[in-house]
C-alpha cells in the first residue's frame, strides 16, 4: 500500500485524478518537463524571469511551462525547454516529487543503490529511490528485464505506465487487481500490457480517462514535456501542497514596478519589470500589466522580493461603497460622513487614496463640505478599511502633475492624464499662467503629450508648468544664424528675442528651393525670414519652415555683367528683361568646385553665361552657374541638330548639338541611336553653354552588393554573374524607404538599385527584399499574394502585368504557379516592378554543419546527389513555431531545405 503523508506534502488523490483526466482526455496536448541533466551534472535552474528560447510568446503551453518554471519544479537547460520533446521515466518521476513537495526529502549527497536494471542518470538517482519508498513506482516490475536499448530513466514514458504510477499513488493496488482480467472498451484494447490494464480499467471506473481520438488508449504513446507541464500546472487548483515562492492574496498597491499583496494579515512587496509575466487562471493566453487592476485576488509566484509570475484568480474588486455627504475631518484621521440622516465616522491612514471627480489623487484637507462622496472600503479583512474615498461632486482645489491629452483654446479647455492613469478635464479663463523653463507660454503652444505640473481653484486651472515638453512650434522673425550653425535668435511674435540650439541635421522648408539649407536662410535684424520654428522636448530647433517669403526664380538667366568689387550682378531673363541683384556672403553659391567662393565664383560670371538665380527683392539667395540639364527627351531631330528636354518641373529647353559624345553605363562607346524620344539623360554643355559636348543616357540597374571598402567608398557588385566595382563618395545613397544613408550602412549581400548617368552612378538605393512562406493567393484580375515573413509579419504585394514571377533557377512562370506553403522572395527590380522568386524545395536528411565554412551537409541519396550548401547568415531554422540553432541537429534529422541561388534561406526539421 501507498504510505500516507502529512498536508504538507501529500500527493491529493484530486491532484491525481486531474492529472491523469488531462493527460488521458488531452492526448494530443502539450505539456511538461523535469530537467535533463547531462554529463553527470546536475542541470541549472533557468530563472522563470528569461523566457525559454524556444518557448515564443503566444505558444499555447506557455502559460503552465512558466508558471511551474517559476516555482521550480521545471529546471531548463541552457535556456532551453524543448517542449516537443518525449518526457522519460527519470524525468517524470522527478517532477512528480517537486509537484509533490517532496523536494526536501531528497537527499541528493547519500550513496543509492538502484535495483540493477533501473539504471538512470546520477541526477536523478535520489529521485527514483525516493519514488520507490513512497511505492510510486512498483521495485519488482521496474527491475525486470527489458529489451530495450535504452535505459530504464531514459526510456520514454508510455501512458500506461504513467497510469499505473498514478494509480498506485491513489492508493487503487487492490482495485486495480480486481479488474486485471477485464477487458477494456477501448479499440486497441488487445495493445495494453495484460500487467497494465487493471490499472487502465481502475482509471476507467474513477471518470480519470476517456482515452484518446479514434476510441483508443493508445498504451504506448509517449507524452511530451508541454503536455506534462500543462497538466501539473492545471492540477495545482486542487493541491494542498504549499510551494515556498508562492502566494495567493488580495492586490493592495499596484504601480508600474511594484505590487503589494495582503496574504494572512500582512502585505508582501514584490517587484515588478519587463520579464514578469501576466496571466489570469480562466484563460490560457498573457494578459498585460494594464489589466492587472488593484483589489483583485491573485497568485504571486517569486524568487526573493521579485515577482515572476501572476495570474488573476478572481477578477472581482475585494471591496464595497458607501455613499454620503462629506461633513468634516478630525483629529485622528477620521473622516465624518452623513448617510440616511446619520453620522457615521471613518477612520483612514496615509494609504488611503482621495480622489477628485475625474480620479485624480487630491489631499484630504481639499475635500469641501457638503460634497457627495463614495468610500469604498475593503472587505478582506474585519477591519474594512477604507481604501479609496472619491468626490461624486462638489468643489476641487487641487495640486497635480500628469500628461496633456488634449487642449482646445476655442473652449478654453484641457484634457490631463494625471499621475494614476485617470483623464481629468478642466476649464481656464484668461488669468492663466503657462510656463515651460522659466518662459511665459500660451494656451495654444501647449502640445498634447506634453508633462505638466497644474493647480486647480475652485474648478478652474489656476496654472499650468510644463515639466518635459514634447514637439512644438514657434512663430517669429529669424535675427541670426549662429557661429558654425549652432544656434539661431529669432524674435518671437509679439515677443522679445530668444536664442535655440538647432538640433543635428534640422530640416528646412524653404517654397521654391529643392533642398534649402540654413544658409538659404535670410537672417536679419529689419528683413529676416518670417519663420515657423519646431522645438523638440529638448528644446532643440528640428524644424525651421520659411513663411511668405516673396522670394523670385529665374532660371536660364544671362549674365550680362559682374562687379566683383560691388558684387553687383546685372542679368537678363528668357524675355530680355534686366534685373540687378546683389551677392553677400550668404547667397549660395553652385559652380565647378567642391568649396565654392564669391571669388572663385567672379571668372564664371562673364557676359553671356547662362545661371540659375533666386533672389528676395535685391539680394541674390542662390546662383547656380549651369553646366547641365536634366529630363526626358520630347524631340531629337538629326537634320536641325537640336534636342528638345522636357525637366522634372514640366518647363521644355532646346539645346544644339554637333558631334556629342554619348555615354551608355555598359557600353564601351555609344551613339545618338542610343537617345531616343522618352529617354532619360542629363545634357551636359560645352564650357560656353550654348551647345550639348555630352549626353549621359541614365540607366537603372539592380546588382548584388558583394563586399564594400569603406576607407576609400568602393563597392564591389555582381550583376547576371559578372563582377565590377565603383566609387560612391559622390553618389546619393539612400535605403530602402529613400531616407539618406552613408556608406558606413552598406553591407555585403545587399540588393542595390544603382541609377547611372552615362557609366557614372549618380543615384544608389537600397532595395527591400522580403523572404517568407506563401499563406494566400488571390489569382484575380487584381492578383496578389501574401506573405508570412521569418520574423512572423504578414504582407501582401499586388501585382500587375508588369510584375514578374520566376522559380529559383530564373524561368517565367505564372500566378497559377504559385501556391499556399511555397517559399518565395519578392523585391522591386531596377525600374521598381515587383519580382516575385519562388524558391527551390529539398527533403534531406541532415548529416553535419561545418561552422567555419558555414555550410549545411547532408546525406545523398544517389551517387549524383548534392549534398552541400552554403548557410545565409540570416537563415530561418525551425520546427513548427519552434526557432532552433542549426547546432541543434542531430545526424539523420529529416530536414526540408529552401534555396534562393543555391545557399539555404530556411530549414524545417520535420
Known sequence: MVKRRSNSSSHSKKVVSAVIAGMMVMGSGTAVFADNASNNTAAQSTAASALFKDVKSGYWAEKHIYKLASQSILLGNNGLFRPNDNVTQQEAVTMAIRFAGLEGKVDKNASVALPANMQVNNY????????????????????????????????????????????????KESQAAALASKATNFADNGKISAAKRGFVNAALELGLTNGVEGNRFDPQGSVTRAQLATFFSRAEAYNDVKYANTAEGVVTGLSSN??????????????????????????????????????????????????????????????????????????????????????????????????????AKIDPSALVAGSKIVIRQETFTSAKKPVIVQVKSGVVNKNGTGTLQSVDTATKSLVIKNSSGDLESYTWDDSLVVKYQNQLLSPSELKNGAVIKYTVKNNVLETVEVTQSVERTIRGTLYEVGANNATITYKRDGGQLEVKLLAEKPEIFISGIAAPTLSDLNADETNGD????????????????????????????????????????????????????????????????????????????????????????????????????????????????????????????????????VSVYGKSSGSLSDVKVGTDIAAVLNATQ??????????????????????????????????????????????????????????????????????????????????????????????SITVKTYGGTTETFKLDSSSKIMNDAGSALSITNVSAGNRVEVRKDADGNSVVKVLSVATKAFWKYDSYAKEIYVKRQNVNDANQFPLSPAAYIHQGDTTLTVQSLKENDNIVLYLSNGTIVEIQKQ
Open 124 to 171: 536523478f538517482k535520489p529521485y527514483v529511490a525516493l519514488a520507490i519508498q513512497q511505492n510510486l513506482l512498483d521495485k519488482t516490475s521496474e527491475n525486470a528485464a527489458s529489451d530495450s536499448k535504452q535505459t530504464w530513466g531514459e526510456r520514454k514514458a508510455s501512458r500506461e505506465w504513467i497510469t499505473e504510477v498514478l494509480i498506485r499513488a491513489l492508493g
Open 258 to 359: 511594484k505590487l503589494e499583496l495582503y496574504v494572512d494579515g500582512a502585505i508582501r512587496t514584490y517587484a515588478l519589470d519587463n520579464s514578469t509575466m501576466y496571466f489570469t487562471s480562466a484563460s490560457e493566453s498573457k494578459i498585460s500589466f494594464a489589466d492587472l487592476k488593484p483589489y483583485t485576488k491573485v497568485l504571486v509566484i517569486g524568487s526573493g522580493s521579485k515577482a515572476a509570475y501572476v495570474e488573476v484568480t478572481d477578477a472581482k474588486e475585494q471591496l464595497e461603497s458607501v455613499e454620503g455627504t462629506f461633513q468634516k475631518l478630525s483629529p485622528g484621521n477620521i473622516l465624518w460622513l452623513e448617510t440616511n440622516s446619520t453620522f457615521k465616522p471613518f477612520t483612514y491612514d496615509e494609504s488611503t487614496a482621495f480622489l477628485d471627480q475625474n480620479g
Open 530 to 661: 518670417q519663420v515657423e520654428i519646431t522645438l523638440n522636448p529638448q528644446d532643440q530647433v528640428t524644424k525651421i519652415q520659411v513663411l511668405n517669403r516673396q522670394m523670385e526664380q529665374k532660371k536660364g538667366a544671362t549674365v550680362v555683367q559682374y562687379e566683383p568689387k560691388s558684387r553687383v550682378l546685372t542679368l537678363m531673363d528668357a524675355n530680355k528683361k534686366p534685373y540687378v541683384v546683389t551677392l553677400d556672403e550668404k547667397t549660395k553659391l553652385s559652380y565647378n568646385a567642391s568649396e565654392p567662393t564669391l571669388d572663385g565664383i567672379a571668372p564664371y560670371l562673364t557676359n553671356g553665361r547662362k545661371v540659375n538665380i533666386t533672389y528676395l527683392s535685391n539680394r541674390a539667395l542662390s546662383i547656380d552657374v549651369i553646366y547641365q540639364y536634366e529630363g526626358k527627351v520630347s524631340s531629337l531631330n538629326l537634320t536641325t541638330k537640336k534636342l528638345t528636354l522636357l525637366g522634372a518641373d514640366g518647363q521644355s529647353i532646346t539645346l544644339p548639338f554637333n558631334n556629342p559624345v
Open 690 to 783: 550654348d551647345a550639348i559636348q555630352t549626353i549621359q543616357v541614365k540607366t537603372n540597374v539592380q546588382f548584388e552588393l558583394l563586399g564594400v571598402d569603406y576607407a576609400n567608398s568602393r563597392v564591389t557588385v555582381k550583376k547576371d554573374g559578372v563582377t565590377s566595382q565603383f566609387y560612391v563618395d559622390k553618389t546619393a545613397l539612400k535605403d530602402e524607404n529613400g531616407q539618406a544613408i552613408t556608406v558606413q550602412d552598406l553591407r555585403a549581400g545587399q540588393l542595390l538599385n544603382v541609377t547611372f548617368n552615362g557609366t557614372e552612378p549618380a543615384s544608389v538605393q537600397l532595395v527591400k527584399l522580403t523572404t517568407g512562406e506563401v499563406t494566400a493567393v488571390n489569382s484575380s484580375s487584381t492578383p
